[in-house]
């Protein structure tokens, strides 16, 4: 079956300009999940739902980042007023319901690379 | 804020050679998860320990998680150019509210 996808795969962008990152889930997985990557480091937790419910946005750097998941299945990350330390690979991962104690398997997308000039 | 260091950060061998990676941390983590990641490829899991002093194999890559839940192993026996990557391991706190903590990566390159 299909994997998660992400979109645009890439994005260059203007400092000051706004972007949308989307992230379209395995279907039926309940849990979605954002991170941000530097290259040849592990991902850095951003935010988390299950559902259409934001669980944790603890990780999300500060209030020109946003998520949403209104239907519960296609994600957007939204980036306001870009500025050039938001360059990064934005990744998305989905997995069935994570609540208990025993992490289950998390499916990473390709990512977005983010530049920002 | 819980954090997990790996070491070492790199990792250069010859094919045929033993390796172990580290994962450590201050703080007692529920489960932990190994991942793997190919260049331009998202990191896909390896394995999950659950118990304090699990031993899992697979093939030749033996995972253990400390006796306390802080700290967990990797050693993989006769390294193979194949095994070259980005390996992550990634823990969840006892809150456990679905937020996973990844370290910071191991790069390894087998030489053929």
Not at chain 1, 22 to 43: E, F, M
Not at chain 1, 65 to 93: K, N, V
Not at chain 2, 41 to 64: A, I
Request: proline letters at 6%.
């Amino acid at each position: 079956g299909a994997g998660v996808s992400q979109s645009p795969r890439y994005k260059v962008t203007k400092r000051g300009q706004d972007v949308a990152l989307r992230c379209d889930p395995i279907s039926g997985h309940v849990s979605l999940y954002w991170y941000r990557q530097a290259l040849g480091q592990g991902p850095e937790f951003l935010t988390y739902f299950n559902y259409e419910a934001q669980q944790d946005k603890s990780g999300l750097p500060n209030d020109r980042f946003s998520a949403e998941r209104p239907e519960g299945s296609i994600s957007t990350l939204t980036i306001q007023r870009t500025e050039q330390r938001d360059s990064a690979m934005y990744r998305c991962a989905s997995s069935p319901i994570q609540g208990g104690l025993i992490l289950v398997e998390q499916f990473f997308g390709p990512g977005t690379r983010l530049t920002v000039l | 804020t819980q954090l997990l260091e790996q070491s070492p950060q790199f990792l250069s061998i010859q094919e045929g050679e033993n390796l172990t990676v580290y994962c450590n941390s201050s703080s007692v983590f529920s489960s932990l998860q190994w991942y793997r990641q190919e260049p331009g490829e998202g990191p896909v899991l390896l394995v999950t320990v659950v118990t304090g002093g699990e031993v899992k194999k697979l093939k030749r890559l033996t995972f253990q998680f400390g006796d306390a839940r802080k700290d967990s192993s990797l050693h993989i026996t006769a390294a193979q150019p194949g095994d070259t990557g980005l390996y992550l391991c990634a823990g969840a706190p006892p809150s456990n509210t679905g937020k996973l903590i990844f370290g910071q990566g191991t790069t390894l390159q087998v030489k053929p």
